[in-house]
Nanobody
Framework: QVQVVESGGGSVQAGESLTLSCVAS?????????MAWYRQAPGLQRELVAN???????NYADSVRGRFTISRDKAKNAVYLQMNDLKPEETAVYYC??????????????WGQGTLVTVSS
């Protein structure tokens, strides 16, 4: 099965930057369609921050467009989220989501365990 692991969370001051990383791995052969970053703040629903499809088409939530950049390294099965000018209200657990096919047969949609980003004012 495919596993998804995030890293890079931490505590920063408002206006600072942080980069999150996510890597997908499996023992067998798997393909990746879309890699995405979501976030969930305390008491709120999980929301899409940005995603990037197999053709490198990126989409962003309106609230982060122009400040966040999602990028993908296909060779490493990795996706990154460069976050600039962070705001306190963006304090949340950030989750990586990956979907595709495993062994060319089974569709999968996997979440990472989440990484906490804390932005203080």
């Amino acid at each position: 099965q495919v596993q998804v692991v995030e890293s890079g969370g931490g505590s920063v001051q408002a206006g600072e930057s942080l980069t999150l990383s996510c890597v997908a791995s499996a023992e067998g052969i798997f393909s990746i369609y879309t890699m995405a970053w979501y976030r969930q703040a305390p008491g709120l629903q999980r929301e899409l921050v940005a995603n990037i499809r197999s053709g490198n088409m990126a989409n962003y939530a309106d609230s982060v467009r122009g400040r966040f950049t999602i990028s993908r390294d296909k060779a490493k099965n990795a996706v990154y989220l460069q976050m600039n000018d962070l705001k306190p209200e963006e304090t949340a657990v950030y989750y990586c989501n990956v979907d595709g096919h495993y062994e060319g047969v089974s569709y999968y949609n996997k979440w990472g365990q989440g990484t906490l980003v804390t932005v203080s004012s």
